[in-house]
């Protein structure tokens, strides 16, 4: 088997601006099988992910549309809207 295989970067599209991005530059939202809505900072967590890139206008593009929410199946609760925006708010600066 040689060795100079190339592995693929996972890529994910951002809910906000629809662009496609590598995965760990992305905010996770996740849907668990328990149903229990949750912010997933390590990207593991099982469940059905949506994802939001760094940036707030991508974050309000995809509240304001409920993307979120049609992605995931569920309803999100505002404090995991609130925990997705501080995690976006400390990537900026």
Same mark, same amino acid.
Request: glycine letters at 8%; one cysteine or more.
């Given at each position: 088997?040689?060795? *100079?295989?190339?592995?693929?970067?996972?890529? $994910?599209?951002?809910?906000?601006?629809?662009?496609?991005?590598?995965?760990?530059?992305?905010?996770?939202?996740?849907?668990?099988?328990?149903?229990?809505?949750?912010? #997933?900072?390590?990207?593991?967590?099982? @469940? $059905? @992910? &949506?994802?939001?890139?760094?940036?707030?206008?991508?974050?309000?593009? &995809?509240?304001?549309? *409920?993307?979120?929410? $049609?992605?995931?199946? &569920?309803?999100?609760? #505002?404090?995991?809207?609130? &925990?997705?925006?501080?995690?976006?708010?400390? #990537?900026?600066?």
């Amino acid at each position: 088997m040689p060795n *100079n295989i190339v592995k693929k970067t996972p890529e $994910r599209k951002c809910m906000g601006c629809n662009e496609k991005k590598p995965k760990k530059e992305l905010v996770r939202v996740v849907r668990t099988p328990e149903g229990e809505v949750l912010l #997933d900072l390590t990207g593991k967590k099982s @469940g $059905r @992910g &949506a994802y939001i890139c760094g940036k707030i206008s991508c974050y309000e593009k &995809a509240l304001k549309t *409920n993307r979120l929410e $049609r992605c995931l199946e &569920a309803e999100i609760p #505002d404090k995991v809207y609130e &925990a997705v925006k501080e995690s976006l708010q400390e #990537d900026d600066g």
